[in-house]
C-alpha cells in the first residue's frame, strides 16, 4: 500500500473522531489531566484500521509538503481542518522478534477550530497492554505516555510544547511500548525535516 493511500486511510478515520470529540468536549478539551480518569480522555487519534480507502465521501489528505522524513498534510470535514505532520519509524524492533504489527507512526495534529495545536499522538501498531505507560525519549529528555487501545498520547499536556521543542532541536526519537501479549516493542523516528513540516502545517492551519 502507497503512503498515500495509508495517509488517506487514517486521516478517514481520524477526522471524524477529532471533530465529534470537539463538539461534545469543547475547546478546553484538548488533554484532560492524567488522572484519575484516564478513560475520560478524548480520542483524536488517527488510526489505521476500520477506514475504508477509496470511500468517496470519506475526507481525504491533500499533501502539503515533504520534509525529510515528515509529511506535512490537511483534511477537512464539516467545515473544520485538521493539519498534521506525520512521519513513520526509521527503524524497529520487537521482543520476541517478529511479532507481527500494524504500521506506527507519530502524528502531529492542529485543529485551529478547536484551538488545538500541536497535539502529539502515537499510533504503535497493537493494542498496549492495559494501563500501560508508554515513553518518548528525545535526547536525554523522557516523556510517559498515557495510552488506550493502540493509541498514546502525552500524559501530562505542560509538558507537550516542551516536547515539541525537544523534536525541533533533536535528531531522533525513540517509542518503547509493550503489547497486551507482551510484546516489547521500540522505534526510533528521525526528526529530520519536523520543524520545516510543522512550520506548513502552521501556515495552513493559523
Known sequence: MSVIRIIARITAHALPIVFATALVTGASAQQPAPSPAPAAKPAPKPATTTAAVGNPSAPQPTLL?????????????????????IAKPSSQATQPAGRPRDPAYIFIAT?????????????????????????????????????????????????EARMVDAMRK???????GESGKGTKSTDRYTLRGLGQALDRVAQECK
Open 65 to 85: 509538503g515533504q520534509f525529510g522524513d515528515w509529511g506535512a498534510y490537511t483534511a477537512s470535514s464539516g467545515g473544520r481542518t485538521l493539519c498534521y505532520a
Open 170 to 176: 533533536g535528531s531522533d526519537l525513540v517509542v518503547s
Open 111 to 159: 485543529r485551529p477550530t478547536e484551538n488545538v495545536r500541536n497535539e502529539i499522538s502515537v499510533i504503535i501498531g497493537y493494542p498496549f497492554k492495559p494501563g500501560y505507560e508508554a515513553s518518548v525519549d528525545v535526547g536525554s529528555a523522557k516523556y510517559a505516555m498515557f495510552t488506550q487501545n493502540d493509541g498514546a498520547w502525552v500524559k501530562n499536556p505542560a509538558e
